[in-house]
């Protein structure tokens, strides 16, 4: 089953824009994760934000967390067209397992 | 440093026939371990996941079954293929953190077509 529901499902942006993207879960969680995977390749971790914390920062990325919403955004700026991929959020309700979100796929165009 | 080996990149299988996919992790001991299916265009789905030897969770009632022979091996098996399981194939690992997952280190997956 699906914890996590990114939004939107699709988005194209050109170069130098932000990009956000959204992850709405079901539960309580732990922590949240946002990986990236690029076409045909597998999942590379980006950064990972814990239940007590509100916001995150590794470069031009920037996470926020509202545990009473349960939501996540995932905000990427001045995006680049190496930044095309698709973005899952990714949450650990049960410790060990984590479930996996449905993807933001992003275009950036050059 | 760790790194996570799976093979084969692409498999082309028969309906009916035997599968046997493989995970192994070097540089580290006692990982979590992880396989998730991915179908085209869409999330990941956990498969299995094994916090040691011989210990396999299910997630999914399917066709397929998880093994963990040796600390740093997982293999994903069936018996007999059908259509539905084909898709995009992925091992992780993890350090085991108490109370939490950790962020989960990804193989390159395995592109499964069953004709």
């Known amino acids: 089953s699906q914890q996590g529901e990114e939004d939107p499902q699709a988005l194209s942006i050109q170069e130098g824009e932000n990009a956000t993207m959204n992850c709405s879960y079901k539960?309580?969680?732990?922590?949240l994760q946002w990986y990236r995977q690029n076409s045909g390749r597998g999942l590379v971790h980006l950064i990972l934000?814990?239940?007590?914390?509100r916001e995150k920062h590794s470069g031009r990325l920037r996470v926020t967390l509202d545990t009473s919403k349960k939501s996540s955004s995932l905000l990427i700026t001045a995006s680049r067209a190496a930044d095309t991929a698709s973005y899952f959020c990714?949450?650990?309700?049960?410790?060990?397992?984590?479930?996996f979100g449905t993807g933001t796929r992003l275009q950036v165009f050059p | 440093s760790q790194t996570i080996h799976q093979w084969p990149a692409t498999l082309v299988q028969p309906v009916g026939s035997p599968l046997s996919l493989e995970c192994t992790v070097e540089?580290?001991?006692?990982?979590?371990l992880y396989w998730y299916r991915q179908a085209a265009g869409r999330g990941l789905q956990l498969l299995f996941y094994?916090?040691?030897?011989?210990?396999i969770s299910s997630e999914v009632p399917q066709n397929l079954s998880a093994s963990r022979p040796q600390d740093r091996q997982f293999i994903l098996s069936s018996k007999k293929l059908l259509l539905s399981d084909s898709g995009f194939y992925l091992c992780?690992?993890?350090?085991?953190?108490?109370?939490?997952?950790?962020?989960?280190?990804f193989g390159s997956g395995t592109q499964l077509s069953v004709l």
């Open positions: 992780a690992w993890s350090f085991k953190r108490g109370g939490f997952t950790e962020k989960l280190f």
């Open positions: 539960t309580s969680i732990n922590n």
């Open positions: 934000i814990r239940s007590n914390e």
């Open positions: 990714a949450t650990d309700a049960t410790t060990d397992k984590l479930i």
């Open positions: 540089g580290t001991s006692n990982p979590n």
């Open positions: 094994s916090v040691g030897i011989g210990q």
